[in-house]
């Protein structure tokens, strides 16, 4: 067959391919954000400013210390995790006892201020950074070209997720965070520090965004807007595999990323709605999402 | 969905109500406030204060759904923005004259929220608010495509026209006159549903949903006319803001609009009645006064943000009716 | 890197704020009659700061400073502000600024929603608009005003200098990708009128989302698929910035297909990094590298914030104002505040001459007419200094670059 639905079939492979790509993105931004709201109940609306600055660090590291692209993929994440500890430790800490929306409020307040403070830094247009030499160049396909880089993220990706999640829900400490989830008081008179176990998952959520900005740092500009264009598509993805749970939230990522590739060949105008259209209709027939629990 | 914000729990005084469901204290605050309509404009630009007026009025129709009935919309700018394109539409279009074209604002807006509402009151809490976020997008898509709202150029030069074949609103002080009398209009009318026998199954609604249901309380009705209501006064108020600036344009069906009409309520202080208007008026004089900062802008509202969750979570207006010890 | 020139120019808008910053009301009157008041108003915090933000404010300065009429007792203000790319901020600010704080030009003003509504409360007041930053050629078509200079560039003279000589250098096919508004519409529909005139032939579109597309790849293979010998990117800013540095790394160019930016400023070329932007083409009034004139002014100049080079649009809002307060040398400050149409007019009559631009003239549209050039982005081991990024390709005479005066449709010609 040379065509599906009027368009060539190896066109149409392609765009999947880089719908995953995209997914891959999807998939890491919001598993960070489903850690944290799974433990913290926040939903962090400085997920995307902390994307934005895990690609900038990348930068500095690079130009202020000579660091190239696989020290920045290591430091990066550590260096915003620890601003994240920061923040966690000074403010969303003080918030866990009251409504959800607080904790939104405050966390889009900083994310505000993070973006602000860099625009007035380094300005809004950007700055370049490139493919590290590894990972130059394309395979052939045959149905297209395929950036060695574009692979080379999926892969990390998926690596990630799989580790985050095993970490999650084999590990002992993973153990203690659900069972903190569950019922934190019981869990801090067994003797476990659950304050502390809170700051540290909100460093690691905010490390993983860290880690997607260090990825699409060579690939997206590296601008300081660049993570709010993707919070709120990040935001849906985490609704409609359902709030806090790590497996929809990494599902629905590459899901909606291939969805998303799919009508940019169909009805492009329309790919960036379509997602809350999936939104919508997830949300009405199955009122947790697709993985969540009611 | 528990009652977001710092106003209950608070030892308040029993207060009569003295006149039209106000309080003592409550008609003291109107009145200074009705004071500073009527002499501001002497003294301060009336444009500038009519787009405080607007907004007041946009904040003060979400603020009846978050603070009253325990809704979080994320979608408002929605009928917000559709209420601006409509009435401008009408009155450059179709030469409609200015009540009439701010009517069919008011009328946009309610009809996309009996749609949208009827959907989204199915769903609670984050899940009511990512429902509306959902379908505000849609909105703004179908605005972005649609012909006659004229793209990212917006609709410009809508003329301010002739009210009831009378008044000239090309005056500022004229045109003043009318969007503060739009605005009290409005401002009342939420109140006046705040107070009646409505507003009280809308409150039992948002303290405990399951008791209401069992007290024989059909919620998701009252729910979706409380919906419907805010709507539509946010498409009044959209549709006021075009006639008044002549524009409508795709910011106002942005979801960042969305968001700020939730910044306007929480600083002045949700589930207050002169909350809203107090969040409205110190967000549009930040954009207005601070515009000269440049870049700052946002880092300064982003502070405030922070603020406010971590120290004021009352609002404005709701720290000092907790300091008063009385409801404002 | 940016520390010193962010906070100066912070510092200097602090400063200006009591003009205009202070809540009571202040009637214009009580001002000083000898003094012409300069609000430049652009976009300070989002995506067209470094083409326009506190550098314009600075070009004007300088250009305030060069005109010499303070030397001659004409006090000049400059008052700058955010309107936050949004037309209701903008609207406001600028309706302030006329009725309260007596401000008789608005200058610069990037964004074509803000452009427009700020256009037609000029015109009601009769002050003065010099449009350096919005792209739309509306502003000299359906809705040309007596009262607007459109500076520096538009749509059509971006579509023409890139379309029509694209095509002439050997660019027979097209692909588009545009960004999915009213801008990138008129983009993609002019620059194709020029290609087919042109004896070159479109291939194929996609319209991409705005804003919010961050990936374009898949854009990219579509363009590729159509075996197109040129993409157009009918888009601005960070959708143009993302889709170039994909198109490089899915090596489109590599392959031999060429990239024409139709709106691309230096910035973004330096944001991009010569590496991944060579061979790029695109058309620009203004490169501070182009002659001697031009370095000269830059060299004035000094760095703008961010420690960039000056954009065309900043080169523009000095260029503007520098020739209107040359119209108010001659015509007196009483005379110009007075009527910003008899201001303008008197502008129109005038030929320009300036560092930046060289000589050019005004047309009754409003459309300031001056050459276009046709660029392409050096490679990284042409480049030889500092900011030294395009080879000159081609250069559009001032009377073609820009849409002929009788085919605007604007009423000001007809009259």
């Keep these: 067959m040379d065509e599906i639905f009027g368009i060539p079939a190896p066109l149409l492979f392609g765009q999947l391919l880089l719908g995953l790509i995209n997914g891959a993105f999807y998939a890491l931004l919001s598993l960070g954000l489903a850690v944290i709201f799974g433990m913290l109940n926040v939903i962090n609306f400085t997920h995307g400013a902390q994307f934005m600055m895990g690609a900038f660090v990348a930068w500095m590291l690079l130009n202020w210390a000579g660091l190239g692209y696989w020290w920045a993929l290591l430091l990066a994440p550590v260096l915003v995790g620890l601003t994240g500890v920061l923040i966690e430790r000074t403010m969303i800490s003080r918030l866990y006892k009251l409504d959800h929306l607080y904790g939104l409020l405050l966390t889009f307040g900083v994310g505000l201020v993070i973006e602000g403070v860099f625009r007035n830094e380094f300005g809004s247009s950007g700055m370049p950074y490139r493919i590290p030499a590894e990972l130059q160049g394309s395979w052939d396909l045959g149905f297209m070209f395929m950036p060695i880089y574009r692979g080379w993220v999926v892969v990390v990706a998926i690596v990630m997720c799989l580790a985050t999640w095993l970490v999650i829900e084999k590990t002992k400490i993973g153990s203690y965070l659900r069972a903190a989830t569950e019922n934190p008081a019981l869990v801090q008179a067994f003797g476990i520090n659950v304050p502390r176990m809170m700051t540290l998952t909100y460093g690691a959520g905010v490390a993983l965004a860290a880690f997607a900005g260090v990825l699409a740092a060579p690939i997206y500009s590296v601008n300081p807007q660049m993570g709010a264009n993707l919070i709120i598509i990040v935001f849906a993805v985490v609704v409609i595999g359902g709030m806090g749970s790590i497996l929809g939230s990494v599902v629905t990522g590459f899901a909606l990323g291939v969805i998303e590739g799919l009508t940019k060949v169909f009805w492009p105008e329309a790919s960036s709605t379509v997602i809350f259209v999936v939104m919508a209709i997830v949300l009405l027939t199955r009122p947790a999402g697709l993985f969540g629990r009611a | 969905m528990a009652a977001p914000g710092g106003f209950s729990g608070t030892d308040f005084k029993q207060e009569d109500t003295v006149f039209f469901g106000f309080t003592r204290t409550q008609l003291a605050a109107f009145a200074i406030m009705l004071a500073f309509i009527a002499i501001s404009p002497f003294f301060l630009y009336p444009v500038f204060l009519m787009k405080v007026l607007c907004f007041a009025l946009f904040a003060c129709a979400f603020n009846l759904l978050i603070g009253y009935v325990g809704l979080l919309s994320f979608g408002h700018a929605a009928y917000f923005g559709m209420g601006g394109y409509l009435a401008g539409h009408a009155a450059k279009v179709w030469g409609l004259p200015p009540e009439l074209a701010i009517l069919i604002g008011g009328a946009v807006g309610a009809g996309l929220g009996l749609v949208i509402g009827a959907i989204a009151i199915r769903r ?15 909105v703004y898509f179908f605005c972005l495509q649609a012909e006659f709202t004229g793209g990212e150029d917006g609709i410009q030069a809508i003329p301010r026209g002739v009210l009831f074949g009378v008044f000239d609103l090309r005056s500022d002080m004229t045109m003043y006159w009318v969007v503060a009398a739009v605005f009290l209009i409005g401002f009342l009318l939420i109140h006046r549903i705040i107070h009646s026998p409505f507003g009280m199954v809308l409150k039992s609604i948002r303290e405990n949903e399951p008791r209401a249901t069992s007290l024989g309380y059909r919620t998701d009705d009252y729910k979706l006319m409380a919906f419907v209501l805010s709507a539509a006064l946010s498409g009044v108020a959209g549709g006021t803001k075009a006639i008044v600036f002549g524009i409508a344009t795709l910011t106002d069906v942005f979801w960042t609009m969305s968001g700020e009409v939730v910044l306007m309520s929480l600083v002045g202080g949700l589930g207050t009645i002169f909350g809203p208007v107090m969040g ?31 120290a004021f979570r009352r609002g404005i207006v709701g720290e000092i009716g907790n300091w008063l010890r009385v409801r404002l | 890197m940016s520390h010193e020139t962010t906070r100066r120019a912070v510092l200097g808008a602090a400063a200006t704020a009591p003009v205009w910053g202070a809540l009571p009301y202040r009637s214009a009157k009580a001002q000083a ?42 006090n000049v203000e400059v008052v700058q502000a955010d309107h936050q790319n949004r037309p209701d901020v903008g609207s406001t600010v600028v309706r302030q600024w006329i009725d309260r704080d007596g ?11 803000v452009a427009l509504a700020v256009n037609t409360i000029v015109r009601e007041r ?69 290609v087919r005139q042109a004896g070159g032939r479109i291939l194929g579109s996609v319209r991409t989302p705005f804003p919010g597309t961050t990936d374009f790849s898949s854009f990219l293979v579509q363009a590729q698929a159509s075996r197109a010998q040129v993409v157009g990117l009918a888009n601005a800013g960070g959708d143009t910035i993302n889709s170039i540095k994909q198109a490089a790394e899915f090596g489109l160019t590599r392959r031999g297909v060429r990239l024409a930016g139709l709106l691309v400023f230096i910035t973004d070329v330096h944001s991009l990094g010569l590496q991944t932007a060579q061979g790029l083409v695109l058309t620009e009034t203004f490169y501070w590298d182009l002659n001697d004139r031009t370095r000269a002014f830059t060299q004035r100049l000094g760095p703008v914030p961010g420690n960039l080079r000056p954009s065309m649009v900043q080169a523009g809002c000095y260029s503007a104002v520098l020739h209107y307060l040359k119209a108010v040398g001659e015509m007196g400050v009483a005379a110009a505040k007075a009527s910003g149409v008899d201001a303008v007019n008197r502008m129109k009559a005038m030929p320009t001459s300036d560092d930046a631009f060289g000589e050019g003239t005004i047309r009754p549209d409003g459309r300031k007419i001056h050459p276009a ?9 042409e ?33």
């Design chain 3, 383 to 415: 480049s030889r200094y500092a900011w030294d990024y395009y080879t000159l390709l081609q250069t559009v005479p001032a009377d073609q670059a820009f849409r002929p005066l009788a085919a605007g449709g604007c009423a000001l010609v007809r009259s």
């Design chain 3, 103 to 113: 401000i008789d030009v608005i200058v610069d003003v990037p964004t074509s929603s």
């Design chain 3, 33 to 74: 009659a000898n003094t012409i008041r300069i609000g430049v108003m652009n976009d300070q915090s989002g995506l067209y700061r470094d083409i326009s933000g506190p550098g314009s404010t600075q070009a004007v300065r300088l250009a305030v400073q060069e005109s010499g009429i303070t030397q001659r007792g004409v």
């Design chain 2, 124 to 138: 609670q809490g984050i899940y009511f608010a990512m429902i509306t976020l959902a379908f505000a997008q849609m």
């Design chain 3, 373 to 381: 050039y046709l660029f392409q982005v050096k490679a990284p081991n």
């Design chain 2, 280 to 310: 409205a008026a110190v967000i549009i004089t930040m954009q207005n006064y601070l515009a000269e900062f440049g870049a700052w802008v946002t880092v300064i509202q982003g502070v405030i943000f922070v603020l406010c969750v971590l």
């Design chain 3, 126 to 194: 009769n002050k003065v608009f010099l449009a350096s930053g919005p792209a739309t050629s509306d502003l000299t078509g359906a809705q040309c005003s007596p009262n607007t200079v459109h500076w520096t560039y538009d749509t059509w003279m971006l579509a023409r200098g890139t379309g029509g000589a694209m095509v002439a250098a050997g660019g027979q096919t097209w692909f588009f990708i545009t960004a999915d508004y009213a801008f990138g519409h008129a983009l993609e529909r002019d620059t194709s009128e020029f």
